[in-house]
């Protein structure tokens, strides 16, 4: 009987959210969860993420990594994509309506999420400009011209697309970034649907593993 095999992961060792589940290996360890996948972590530091050796799977030194067997992968989206690809559960049966989550995967990453991460750069690396109060105000309309359109496409919806999928799983991460900053909750119907997501018991034990993660190796004080 040849054994199952168990993807190792990688992620921070002490990650700059300070546990918050934001870092992108959040998004994996969710996948794997929903899917009862069971899974090992290999963490790094920021250097050995820049190493030759985390860069053969890695080209551009980041986390999250996934392999399995002789599969190597990164791109979150991708692991994501490829974890939904495999198990059941993250993506209808149904052709027409994969294909649609896909594209909502797509959407998630491409659309949403590339405002949110411009404005969280902008939050972490311009707040000591002169002109950071005008910029911010522009990515913030960004943002919420994203998030307006979202909430108006959800309506009063569960889920994106039918029945959760890997896009909502992406998407709900997504939104997630912009915690503390209350875009979202400017949108209860897209408030209501991150909650939504975070409440799943998939979702909580990724959490957990993460935070536990930051616990055990964030430095006193
Ligand atoms: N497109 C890639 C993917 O989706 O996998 C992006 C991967 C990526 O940006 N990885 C980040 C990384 O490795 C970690 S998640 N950064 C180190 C580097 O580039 O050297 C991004 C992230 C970082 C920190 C927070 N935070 O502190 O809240 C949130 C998200």
């Known amino acids: 009987m040849t054994k199952p095999l168990i993807p190792t992961i990688t992620a921070f060792r002490t990650s700059p959210d300070r546990g918050r589940g934001l870092a992108r290996d959040m998004r994996v360890r969710w996948a794997l969860e929903e899917v009862g996948q069971p899974y090992d972590v290999r963490l790094l530091s920021f250097s050995e993420m820049k ?121 709900v991460t997504v939104l997630r970034r912009l915690d503390g900053s209350g875009l979202v909750e400017r949108y209860p119907n897209v408030s209501a649907y991150v909650a939504r997501g975070e409440a799943r018991p998939a979702y909580k034990r990724a959490f957990d593993a993460q935070l536990a993660v930051f616990t055990a190796n964030a430095s006193p004080g």
């Open 51 to 171: 190493e030759s050796a985390h860069r053969r799977l890695h080209p551009f030194g980041q986390i999250p990594t996934y392999e399995e067997g002789d599969l190597a992968l990164f791109e979150s989206g991708a692991i994501v994509l490829h974890i939904a690809e495999r198990h059941a559960g993250l993506l209808s049966d149904d052709a027409n309506a994969r294909a649609r989550a896909i594209a909502w995967m797509f959407a998630a990453l491409n659309t949403v999420e590339t405002p949110i991460v411009e404005r969280s750069m902008a939050t972490l690396l311009e707040r000591d400009k002169s002109w950071y109060g005008d910029r911010l105000a522009m990515l913030d309309q960004r943002v919420c011209a994203r998030l307006s359109e979202l909430s108006d496409r959800l309506g009063d919806n569960e889920w994106l697309d039918g029945a959760f999928s890997a896009a909502d799983l992406l998407m």
